[in-house]
């Protein structure tokens, strides 16, 4: 029965240290996170779903340069400034808030992708439920030229 049950270590004092000095190290939280996505090919598209949670439409960023399609997103869960209520009159003076610990951070996403074959002119893009989707339309084949050489 002893070998069913799985197997625990017991923490030093010292593993209690560790892991509460965890909890204020802002560098150990990533900045840069990737995106997940999803790419569906149909008969005369690509359809990309990518997973942008807590964005708004306002802060994703989608450029595409030398057939490279990049996504970014970037947001600040809390301003710390009030320039939100700079030109309200009605606006109170605000006391600096001081911090003990703040859970909610700055997170930035970056995804590039390869769009050859990809209609750039007619893409179609909408964000809904934190899933950025994006219509990618195959480019026309193009019909191959004929050339007639002429026999001498």
Do not use: W
């Not at 030093?12 to 892991?19: A, C, K, L, T």
């Not at 900045?31 to 359809?47: Q, T």
């Not at 909610?104 to 074959?117: D, P």
Request: aromatic residues 8%; hydrophobic residues 35%; negative net charge.
């Amino acid at each position: 029965m002893l070998a069913l049950q799985p197997f625990y270590k017991q923490p030093s004092i010292f593993d209690y240290f560790d892991n509460f000095d965890r909890l204020f190290d802002v560098s150990a939280k990533p900045s840069f996170a990737p995106v997940k996505s999803d790419i569906i090919e149909n008969d005369n598209c690509y359809v990309l779903s990518a997973e942008l949670p807590g964005f708004t439409k306002d802060e994703i960023n989608i450029d595409i340069k030398d057939n490279i399609l990049t996504i970014e997103a970037s947001h600040s869960s809390e301003s710390d400034s009030s320039s939100d209520e700079e030109g309200n009159e009605n606006a109170e003076e605000k006391a600096p808030v001081n911090y003990i610990c703040k859970e909610r951070s700055s997170v930035s996403y970056k995804r590039s992708f390869n769009v050859e074959g990809v209609d750039v002119a007619n893409i179609g893009a909408k964000l809904e439920n934190g899933v950025l989707e994006l219509n990618l339309p195959k480019m026309a084949p193009k019909e191959p030229e004929k050339i007639t050489i002429s026999v001498a």
